[in-house]
């Protein structure tokens, strides 16, 4: 109970940039939770990848065909359908997987941007609570002498906000590190899987299990 009042003396402190950061700091932790959601529903993983790609180099066509279409994500999705179009114009894949995958990852990099805003604003808001404070601090050389805790009071709250605004920003960071990762892997999966496709339909494989 100690600690939940020092914390809320401290934010009180801080001025009114703390709220702006704690606004942000509640967004960061949303978009985290929101995004984590939607790729666990929506990435079908690397191991269902590397599955596709080997059923394909070893001539399994219908294999692979069963993997994508028991699998779950947007991945598996667009695969499906791109073999359910090789069996009938093998020129309409090429044109098929690129138009779906950019939509796919627009929609996983949906939100991600508002993180690297937040990455940027964070500490300049805690620059501003800075120069606030030190503004209130300095004010005092326009009051009565004697009053060294008005100047120690604004560097204070100098300090909490500059610190507050360094804290939401590496976490700002970290998450959108964390996503643009996984959304590396999720491109490097769908580069191979379409190579794979392509490769196998230019062989003629999906006309012959069709």
């Known amino acids: 109970m100690d600690l939940i009042l020092q914390g809320a003396a401290y934010f009180q402190k801080g001025g009114f940039v703390m709220y702006i950061l704690l606004l942000c700091s ?6 985290a939770i929101e995004r984590f959601l939607y790729f666990r529903q929506a990435d079908s993983g690397r191991k269902f990848a590397e599955d596709y790609c080997n059923a394909l180099s070893n001539d399994r066509w219908q294999d692979a065909k069963q993997l ?19 069996g009938k114009d093998a020129k309409a894949v090429t044109g098929f997987a690129e138009v779906q995958s950019g939509v796919a990852l627009a929609k996983f990099r949906s939100r991600l941007y508002y993180l690297s805003v937040i990455v940027t604003m964070a500490p300049l808001l805690g620059l501003l609570g800075t120069i606030s404070g030190m503004i209130s601090a300095f004010s005092i050389f326009n009051l009565q002498a004697g009053q060294p805790m008005a100047i120690t009071g604004g560097i204070g709250e100098a300090l909490i906000a500059t610190a507050t605004g360094l804290c939401v920003a590496i976490i700002s960071m970290a998450v959108h590190a964390y996503f643009i990762q996984r959304l590396d892997h999720i491109v490097t999966d769908m580069e191979q899987c379409f190579s794979s496709l392509e490769n196998q339909v230019e062989r003629g494989a999906a006309n012959e299990v069709a």
């Open 68 to 86: 994508a279409a028991a699998t779950s994500g947007n991945l598996a999705g667009i695969l499906e359908v791109a073999m359910q179009k090789a």
């Open 26 to 31: 509640i967004f960061v932790v949303a978009i």
